[in-house]
Nanobody
């Protein structure tokens, strides 16, 4: 099993920045891709960004050029740098991992709340 623990959420004004971190523990050898999902009030959970073990990334269109996902495999940590935040970025952000490249996410953190005020 893999445990994922997020940190870095909080309240920020529109235009500001936050960096989310997620540390993985447990069966870390089984982790291939890592990613961030988010769920806003009344909306479905959506993929924000995903990164493979080799560093290939993809993003949802709404965050391209504003968010950057990265990972430090030595520290078993994935990051999400969020710049130029907008009120519509307000959501609970979940760290996820997959046990094969481009496979389904099969481990989830408990989430961290990001609130962007206008």
């Amino acid at each position: 099993q893999v445990q994922l623990v997020e940190s870095g959420g909080g309240l920020v004004q529109a235009g500001g920045s936050l960096r989310l971190s997620c540390v993985a523990s447990g069966s870390i050898f089984s982790i291939y891709d890592m990613g961030w999902y988010r769920q806003a009030p009344g909306k479905q959970r959506e993929l924000v960004a995903r990164i493979t073990r080799r560093g290939y990334t993809n993003y949802v269109d709404s965050v391209k050029d504003r968010f950057t996902i990265s990972r430090d495999n030595a520290k078993n940590t994935v990051y999400l740098q969020m710049n130029s935040l907008k009120p519509e970025d307000t959501a609970i952000y979940y760290c996820t991992s997959a046990s094969r490249t481009l496979g389904p996410m099969d481990n989830w953190g408990k989430g961290t709340l990001v609130t962007v005020s206008s």
